[in-house]
């Protein structure tokens, strides 16, 4: 992206709301083309105020104007030609798959469907564009998955060798938060290109070195994903890195900058915003517990009748083997014997962490239907091998895919046709 080039004579009519509402009719106008696609004005305000929003709930510095526009235009060209790829691959997300996913976020805020869709009104937002926005990440989550995970393998070497040097570096249990910025190199870069690129990156690393805000620096400068979040890797574990990144992380304090990091996607700067853990062995709460299964469609009123009759006394492993419908723990009165986090459904362990020995949910679904579960015990022991090595496995994935996604991201950039039309800037092809 060409950072110099400011977007002087469209900031007014971007941003300014006075401009806006007296020239309704330039919403519509054409800024960008990217592939087969085009950007218009009302979609690159839309996406600027959505990023503002962000930004200012984050409680993250606003770039100027000028830095901001082409950062939001930049993204908005990627998700163009990702949109653009996916349909031509005949990707489609259906409206029943939507409406689940629009569920289920709605489920995770602890809302019905009409309570979401007020909550959105009340924040400003539209929910047919809520919607769609959902539709656009549903369709490129499923485009890079066939694109970038196809190409990722993990050998059972290269789990071996993280388990035993995070033994080895006692990095098990510790933990980073981490702020990145990315300054990219094309797909098939030049020499002249290399050394642009190590420039830009030089010049960054020395404001940040020298205390500019590191956020406000992403926002400006980087080509990671996580620009227009101030750079934000949130926590991560040693192994979770790419090892060129942790190998220069444990050089650093919290609040200090790394030295630039060359990789295949570019030039990095970590930033070590805070660390937490320390040494041991890998350790893992297990709960043990027990529950009852009932499918039938009036399942959450026989439980709740069960449930009162435990806590006055019944016997919970009697009116297991007589109710419940998991053949598996219903001749064990219910038992499901020592577990380790993610052995179940993502319902059923929320429904365990909100517990204390002793105590027993309220009726709660998942896919099977609806149970009830009483935490027994925990304890605290070292993670089982198996577990450590599907970590590990696990681990090495994210990082695969996240370093495939910034080179296959970068390779299809490169290789779209994009034309700026915003004032001020000369169009390209």
């Given at each position: 992206?060409?950072?110099?080039?400011?977007?002087?004579?469209?900031?007014?009519?971007?941003?300014?709301?006075?401009?806006?509402?007296?020239?309704?009719?330039?919403?519509?106008?054409?800024?960008?083309?990217?592939?087969?696609?085009?950007?218009?004005?009302?979609?690159?305000?839309?996406?600027?105020?959505?990023?503002?929003?962000?930004?200012?709930?984050?409680?993250?510095?606003?770039?100027?104007?000028?830095?901001?526009?082409?950062?939001?235009?930049?993204?908005?060209?990627?998700?163009?030609?990702?949109?653009?790829?996916?349909?031509?691959?005949?990707?489609?997300?259906?409206?029943?798959?939507?409406?689940?996913?629009?569920?289920?976020?709605?489920?995770?805020?602890?809302?019905?469907?009409?309570?979401?869709?007020?909550?959105?009104?009340?924040?400003?937002?539209?929910?047919?564009?809520?919607?769609?926005?959902?539709?656009?990440?549903?369709?490129?989550?499923?485009?890079?998955?066939?694109?970038?995970?196809?190409?990722?393998?993990?050998?059972?070497?290269?789990?071996?060798?993280?388990?035993?040097?995070?033994?080895?570096?006692?990095?098990?249990?510790?933990?980073?938060?981490?702020?990145?910025?990315?300054?990219?190199?094309?797909?098939?870069?030049?020499?002249?290109?290399?050394?642009?690129?190590r420039l830009e990156a030089a010049e960054v690393l020395l404001k940040a070195r020298s205390g500019e805000d590191f956020s406000a620096l992403a926002i400006a400068h980087s080509d990671g994903q996580q620009a227009l979040k101030g750079g934000d890797l949130g926590w991560r574990s040693g192994d979770q890195l790419p090892a060129q990144f942790a190998k220069e992380i444990v050089k650093l304090k919290p609040q200090e900058v790394s030295q630039l990091i060359r990789s295949a996607s570019g030039f990095h700067i970590l930033k070590l915003m805070e660390i937490a853990g320390g040494e041991g062995k890998p350790k893992i709460q297990q709960s043990r517990s027990r529950h009852i299964l009932v499918t039938d469609k009036k399942g959450q009123v026989l439980l709740k009748k069960l449930r009162q009759k435990?806590?006055?006394?019944?016997?919970?492993?009697?009116?297991?083997?007589?109710?419940?419908?998991?053949?598996g723990s219903a001749v064990k009165g219910g038992d499901l014997g020592w577990t380790s986090p993610g052995t179940f459904v993502p319902a059923f362990d929320e429904a365990l962490a909100g517990l204390s020995p002793g105590q027993i949910s309220e009726p709660f679904k998942s896919r099977f239907g609806w149970h009830i579960v009483q935490l027994q015990e925990q304890r605290t022991t070292d993670i089982p091998d198996d577990l450590l090595q599907a970590r590990a496995r696990e681990l090495i994935m994210k990082q695969k895919r996240e370093e495939e996604t910034e080179l296959w991201l970068r390779r299809l950039r490169d290789e779209s046709y994009v034309e700026y039309r915003l004032p001020g800037m000369k169009p390209t092809g």
């Amino acid at each position: 992206m060409n950072k110099s080039l400011y977007f002087l004579l469209v900031l007014t009519l971007l941003l300014g709301s006075s401009c806006a509402a007296a020239e309704p009719q330039w919403m519509d106008r054409i800024v960008a083309i990217a592939g087969q696609d085009i950007i218009t004005e009302r979609e690159l305000k839309q996406e600027l105020q959505a990023i503002v929003r962000e930004l200012k709930a984050r409680e993250t510095k606003l770039p100027a104007k000028e830095v901001l526009i082409p950062q939001v235009l930049e993204r908005l060209i990627v998700k163009k030609l990702q949109l653009e790829r996916a349909s031509s691959q005949g990707i489609r997300i259906d409206d029943i798959s939507l409406d689940r996913a629009v569920e289920k976020i709605a489920a995770e805020n602890t809302m019905s469907l009409p309570q979401f869709r007020k909550a959105l009104t009340e924040e400003g937002l539209n929910y047919a564009d809520f919607r769609e926005d959902i539709r656009h990440e549903l369709t490129i989550s499923k485009l890079r998955k066939r694109q970038v995970d196809g190409r990722i393998n993990v050998s059972d070497q290269e789990i071996s060798d993280l388990i035993e040097n995070s033994r080895k570096a006692g990095e098990v249990n510790k933990r980073y938060r981490l702020s990145h910025i990315l300054i990219a190199l094309p797909g098939a870069a030049t020499p002249d290109n290399i050394e642009k690129a190590r420039l830009e990156a030089a010049e960054v690393l020395l404001k940040a070195r020298s205390g500019e805000d590191f956020s406000a620096l992403a926002i400006a400068h980087s080509d990671g994903q996580q620009a227009l979040k101030g750079g934000d890797l949130g926590w991560r574990s040693g192994d979770q890195l790419p090892a060129q990144f942790a190998k220069e992380i444990v050089k650093l304090k919290p609040q200090e900058v790394s030295q630039l990091i060359r990789s295949a996607s570019g030039f990095h700067i970590l930033k070590l915003m805070e660390i937490a853990g320390g040494e041991g062995k890998p350790k893992i709460q297990q709960s043990r517990s027990r529950h009852i299964l009932v499918t039938d469609k009036k399942g959450q009123v026989l439980l709740k009748k069960l449930r009162q009759k435990i806590i006055d006394g019944a016997d919970f492993a009697a009116l297991a083997k007589k109710y419940s419908k998991d053949p598996g723990s219903a001749v064990k009165g219910g038992d499901l014997g020592w577990t380790s986090p993610g052995t179940f459904v993502p319902a059923f362990d929320e429904a365990l962490a909100g517990l204390s020995p002793g105590q027993i949910s309220e009726p709660f679904k998942s896919r099977f239907g609806w149970h009830i579960v009483q935490l027994q015990e925990q304890r605290t022991t070292d993670i089982p091998d198996d577990l450590l090595q599907a970590r590990a496995r696990e681990l090495i994935m994210k990082q695969k895919r996240e370093e495939e996604t910034e080179l296959w991201l970068r390779r299809l950039r490169d290789e779209s046709y994009v034309e700026y039309r915003l004032p001020g800037m000369k169009p390209t092809g």
